[in-house]
């Protein structure tokens, strides 16, 4: 009779977990008709570009070759490649403690930040901080000096 009962259970408890998973994975009903589904591609946000929605902010680092104040880019020779990058109202220039302005970049200055590669292959850059960046210094590790124990003088015995 218990070996009838635990086989009963060992085929039970496994077809359980399996329903109540597929119940979790089942697609949800959303109010969105089909022309507004994100999949047939009505839900676009106009102030992001599509290759912007679905991607991380790249980092760069390199020193300033070139400035353009009037088409807003600039030029860096970093270790692996040349590359430009294009200024606009949504980049945050920040120097030293501060923000700063289009007109602070100047050339042979080191510079560092992250943008996003456009559609088109451009760059457009999201933070900019110009100057140097800080390295700080490893912090000193305490030299473990050895403590002396307080000996035990022996007392004399009179």
């Not at 390199?62 to 109202?89: C, E, L, P, W, Y």
Request: proline residues 9%.
């Amino acid at each position: 009779m218990k070996i009838k009962f635990c086989f009963s259970i060992a085929a039970i408890v496994p077809l359980t977990f399996c329903f109540s998973a597929s119940g979790q994975t089942m697609p949800r009903k959303t109010g969105l008709s089909a022309s507004a589904s994100p999949i047939a591609g009505g839900l676009a946000t106009p102030s992001a570009s599509p290759a912007k929605q679905n991607q991380r902010p790249l980092p760069f680092h390199g020193m300033v070759f070139a400035v353009d104040q009037k088409n807003k880019t600039f030029t860096i020779s970093g270790k692996q490649a040349t590359r430009a990058f294009k200024i606009t109202g949504k980049t945050q220039i920040i120097k030293g403690a501060g923000a700063g302005a289009m007109k602070d970049i100047v050339e042979n200055e080191e510079v560092s930040g992250s943008y996003w590669k456009n559609a088109d292959g451009t760059f457009e850059a999201k933070v900019l901080k110009l100057g140097p960046t800080e390295k700080k210094p490893a912090s000193p590790v305490a030299k473990s000096t050895p403590v002396a124990s307080p000996s035990v003088s022996p007392t004399p015995t009179p």
